[in-house]
């Protein structure tokens, strides 16, 4: 929001009109095309957030119309493929001692998990230990 709509921040959002998150959406995207993607999302996002959440003393939606809907009936949204980095086994051992020294052990037992196990990001960082395998005591 900071980065892409630091001007809009104090705009009331009944004010935001379709040519300007088009406009946004194209000037962000001569940047970084996968970022104005996500700010258009956020964006988005507040104003499904608003429309259901705020309408007038007479019951009607305040935001019936969410402007970042134009982004996609222009079919303007960037096409951004994912980003694929596979650690090489010769870059392996530094891969290990770097990850070995960060601070969090969270994070260093994430990243080797996700190495040793090959499983995805979003799976592991949903994982959830079953109560019934986790002893009673841990200390002994």
Do not use: C
Not at 9 to 18: S, V
Not at 76 to 100: F, G, M, Q
Not at 105 to 127: M, P, S
Request: overall charge positive.
């Amino acid at each position: 929001m900071q980065q892409t709509f630091s001007d809009w921040l104090d705009k009331p959002m009944k004010e935001i009109t379709r040519d300007m998150v088009k406009q946004r959406h194209r000037k962000r995207g001569k940047e970084s095309e996968a970022r104005a993607n996500n700010a258009m999302r956020v964006l988005r996002a507040l104003f499904n957030f608003a429309e259901d959440e705020y309408k007038s003393q007479d019951g009607k939606f305040l935001f019936p119309d969410n402007p970042v809907a134009r982004v996609s009936r222009a079919k303007a949204w960037y096409r951004v493929d994912p980003r694929r980095r596979i650690v090489k086994s010769s870059e392996l051992p530094r891969w290990w001692r770097a990850v070995n020294s960060l601070e969090s052990e969270v994070f260093r037992d994430y990243f080797q998990f996700l190495l040793l196990t090959g499983l995805r990001r979003e799976r592991v960082a949903k994982a959830r230990i079953r109560s019934s395998s986790v002893p009673a005591n841990p200390s002994s």
